[in-house]
């Protein structure tokens, strides 16, 4: 009978145990739960129950991965019960994040204990867990809120921030307070309409109504004056932000001054640029009058020296000596040079000045024609022209048959003492341009006169036989030039010559 009565006693020892430490596990704001040893719930306290909105019924004799819709069915869970625990009595602070579908995305530390029944030994598991998801977002928030103090801190662009409601200045950065010379105590807590330097940029409650309305103000040239009296430009903007629910204004001045003294100076160059555009149009209608006046009025004297030179000869012939004829020839020679040199100047002129009008051309058409009418000229001479496929090209027509008589009336010029001569013309089409070429088996040059080739009044050949008046090389260049190109020379003394000279491939023109 007695050990009846003990064994009662014992029984309600341990149930007054068990329900005491239940109600302190109750009592703990943390979720709790137990589980026995096929990691199956024997109980939870209400917290588990509060924060996972789940019942005892739902719980209570399931296996853990299969409670809530299998919602606690999570790979880094069963890792913890199933190979760490196992091997430990005990882990802490692991943790999981896990995406419940009625409380959402969580983040919890786990801590998990072996413990063992009183009276029968049994092994249980204690897993206590730890929502922290809120700790983690502060954590974060706080570290966002350490980087834009850093970027607020450390700008170069002055900050300011107003209260939304009421306009009161709340902080400044360092930068502005360098950039105007006031100290912080200046700015804060003083209305931003207030403050000497800003009273003309919202000098009125509407300004700050239309802020608070728009939530958008940019002031894109605004002059201020700094404390010690240096005026400066910045462009200011302000932008409506929602801190902590609660709005903030923030207002970014940029100092644009030395932008709007380069903005002057290039508007000074303007000035200059647009005043000497002016004076050089007016120089070239001079010129162009100058070019009237050298083809009408110089040629009339011209021809009037040459004509009674002439007429001196025919009516006086036999009157006079061989002297006397000798310098009349040179008259009639020189006029007609001053002729050539006047029609060659012209000729640079209008190469030089006149616009390009580009158009798809056939070169092989203009070479030929070239050459036919070279042909009909120089009849009592043995000369081979070979011409190879030039292609289409893309240039201003009058100023390429400029190009290729030159080059050609050179090379025609300086095989003259060839028994046969040859200029060949051809082509290559490179990656983004095409390189011609003229060749000729003449009086060639020395190559360290090359850089003389293309300058006015520069010629190389001091013998009689090969006229010319020192300008059609350069008017090739400028030609080329002004069309995008470059143009070359090489060349061997009594080894002939070769020119070359490059256009763009394509400049657009319409079919």
């Known amino acids: 009978m007695q050990n009846v009565t003990d064994l009662e006693q014992i029984e309600r020892t341990v149930q007054n145990a068990r329900e005491y430490a239940e109600s302190i596990v109750d009592t703990i704001r943390e979720p709790l739960m137990v589980l026995d040893a096929d990691l199956k719930v024997i109980s939870a306290n209400r917290a ?30 069963r890792v913890l019960l199933e190979e760490i625990l196992p091997m430990n009595t005990s882990f802490d602070d692991f943790e999981i994040e896990h995406n419940f579908s009625h409380i959402g995305e969580r983040i919890m530390l ?33 570290a966002s809120e350490i980087k834009y103090r850093r970027l607020f801190e450390s700008s170069k662009d002055g900050i300011l921030l107003l209260d939304f409601d009421t306009g009161r200045i709340t902080d400044v950065n360092p930068f502005l307070i ?97 005043t000497r555009t002016k004076e050089l149009e007016m120089i070239n209608e001079n010129l162009d009058s100058f070019a009237y006046s050298v083809s009408h009025d110089l040629r009339a004297p ?37 002729g050539q040199l006047i029609d060659d100047l012209l000729g640079f002129s209008r ?24 042909r009909d000229v120089e009849q009592d001479r043995d000369i081979e022209f070979i011409v190879n496929p030039l ?16 080059l050609l009336q050179n090379a025609i010029k300086f095989t003259i003492d060839r028994k046969k001569a040859r200029i060949e013309i051809r082509s290559e089409q490179k990656e983004d341009h095409i390189q011609f070429y003229v060749k000729d088996n003449g009086i060639g040059f020395d190559m360290k006169y090359k850089d003389k080739l293309f300058e006015a009044f520069q010629r190389l050949q001091t013998d009689e036989r090969f ?45």
Request: overall charge negative.
């Open 48 to 77: 588990f129950y509060q924060v996972f909105k789940m019942k005892p019924e739902e719980t209570v004799g399931k296996l853990i991965y299969d409670i809530g819709n299998q919602q606690w069915n999570n790979p880094k869970l």
């Open 110 to 142: 786990l801590n998990a204990r072996r413990i063992y029944g009183v009276a029968n030994k049994t092994e249980m598991i204690l897993l206590a867990i730890e929502d922290i998801t809120e700790r983690k977002h502060a954590e974060v928030l706080s």
């Open 178 to 274: 360098n950039l105007l010379g006031y100290s912080k105590v200046d700015f804060l807590f003083k209305y931003f309409w207030d403050i000497s330097i800003f009273k003309n940029v919202m000098a009125s409650r509407d300004n700050f109504l239309e802020l608070q309305t728009k939530e958008y103000i940019r002031f894109e040239d605004l002059p201020l004056q700094t404390k010690d009296g240096k005026k400066i430009d910045v462009e200011l903007i302000s932008n409506v932000y929602d801190v902590d629910n609660r709005k903030t204004i923030q207002c970014n001045i940029h100092d644009i001054t030395e932008r709007k003294q380069m903005e002057h100076k290039l508007n000074e160059a303007y000035q200059k640029i647009k």
């Open 302 to 338: 011209l021809r009037a020296i040459s004509g009674f030179a002439q007429v001196l000869i025919d009516t006086h012939g036999d009157k006079v000596n061989e002297e006397m004829r000798h310098y009349l020839d040179r008259i009639n020679e020189g006029a007609q040079k001053m």
């Open 351 to 374: 190469a030089t000045r006149s616009e390009i009008k580009y158009e798809k051309i056939n070169g092989e058409n203009i070479v030929n024609d070239l050459i036919k009418a070279y």
């Open 391 to 406: 292609g289409e090209i893309e240039a201003d027509k009058e100023m390429l048959k400029i190009v290729f008589s030159n």
């Open 467 to 511: 006229t010319g008046t020192g300008i059609g090389l350069t008017t090739v260049e400028r030609i080329v030039s002004k069309h995008g190109g470059n143009i070359w020379a090489k060349g061997e003394v009594d080894k002939g010559a070769e020119f070359c000279f490059t256009l763009p491939s394509k400049v657009h023109v319409e079919d």
